[in-house]
């Protein structure tokens, strides 16, 4: 049978508990049903899904909703996985599973390449007037049970599809989506505009702190300035050795020296000519007289 939709009449149903109570949709008259079917007990999937609804009890029961849970199993499984793990909700035995082809949900599967029957993960949350009013046909078990909550507290639900309440929402989400795009765009181009003045203004702010002015600070300490002085010194030292050159003019007073002495050299020279001259001349002189 095909699956029901939101505001198909739920299918009514009569199947034991893991007591052995008999459980119909018609003793749920004006109070909320979450109906969620499972493959089967003590799997990993479904033990994680059984606990998760198991811890928000009192929330889903606050929220006027009552819980039950439908595999193929038997009474005993139901039982025993209903202790194990402290479930506070029934757990209705399909053991023909005639409740889950009501609601769609039975029908070939596949696992590990072997296909075989078996249950859909599904749930159908029924009104108060016994109509089904979402339904989440393939279900991922981690935030289920949060989806659930939101829907019977009247928020969105993600994760429900193939519902008119759905597709109204995601329609209202598109239009609205549209018109906020522009007053968006328009929110971007103000803050970006909201942005550029306070970025003109704090460039005053940091010539405000003339820190790249201290450099005069450092001009202050004229270091440099200390060359001329030097300049001094080197000028005081050029202006010495200039007065010191005049000593090697001492030169021509050698000279002079020099100068005197060649001229009595010239006399001793003459001197002993004459000197010779007359020593000579007695010579001569003897050589003259006759012999006798």
């Known amino acids: 049978?095909?699956?029901?939709?939101?505001?198909?009449q739920a299918p009514?149903?009569?199947?034991?508990?893991?007591?052995?109570?008999?459980?119909t949709l018609a003793r749920f008259a004006g109070r909320s049903v979450v109906l969620y079917f499972y493959p089967k007990d003590n799997t990993p999937g479904c033990t994680v899904e059984a606990c998760d609804f198991r811890d928000e009890h009192s929330a889903l029961e606050a929220a006027g909703a009552v819980v039950l849970g439908v595999s193929t199993d038997s009474t005993a499984s139901h039982q025993k996985f209903a202790a194990k793990f402290n479930l506070p909700f029934p757990l209705l035995a399909d053991v023909d599973h005639a409740l889950s082809e009501a609601y769609g949900v039975w029908g070939e599967k596949s696992l590990y390449g072997r296909k075989f029957l078996g249950?859909?993960?599904?749930?159908?949350?029924?009104?108060?007037?016994?109509?089904?009013?979402?339904?989440w046909p393939k279900v991922k078990v981690i935030g289920h049970v949060a989806e659930v909550l939101?829907?019977?507290?009247?928020?969105?639900?993600a994760g429900a599809s193939g519902?008119?309440?759905?597709?109204?929402?995601?329609?209202?989400?598109?239009?609205?989506?549209?018109?906020?795009?522009?007053?968006?765009k328009s929110a971007v181009a103000k803050s970006s505009g909201a942005q550029a003045a306070p970025v003109g203004k704090r460039a005053p702010a940091s010539k405000k702190a003339p820190v790249g002015k201290k450099a005069p600070a450092s001009k202050k300490a004229p270091v440099s300035k200390a060359a001329p002085a030097s300049k001094k010194a080197a000028?005081?030292?050029?202006?010495?050795?200039?007065?010191?050159?005049?000593?090697?003019?001492?030169?021509?007073?050698?000279?002079?020296?020099?100068?005197?002495?060649?001229?009595?050299?010239?006399?001793?020279?003459?001197?002993?000519?004459?000197?010779?001259?007359?020593?000579?001349?007695?010579?001569?002189?003897?050589?003259?007289?006759?012999?006798?």
């Open 1 to 8: 049978m095909p699956m029901p939709q939101a505001g198909d």
């Open 12 to 23: 009514a149903f009569q199947v034991p508990d893991q007591d052995g109570n008999t459980v």
């Open 119 to 135: 249950i859909t993960r599904a749930t159908f949350l029924i009104g108060p007037d016994g109509r089904v009013k979402q339904v």
């Open 150 to 157: 939101a829907a019977l507290k009247g928020g969105d639900s």
């Open 163 to 184: 519902t008119p309440a759905a597709k109204k929402a995601s329609a209202g989400k598109k239009v609205a989506a549209a018109k906020k795009a522009p007053a968006g």
């Open 235 to 292: 000028v005081s030292k050029a202006a010495s050795a200039s007065k010191k050159a005049p000593a090697s003019k001492a030169a021509p007073a050698s000279k002079k020296a020099a100068a005197g002495k060649k001229p009595t050299a010239k006399k001793a020279s003459a001197a002993a000519k004459k000197a010779s001259t007359a020593r000579k001349a007695p010579a001569a002189k003897k050589a003259a007289r006759p012999r006798r």
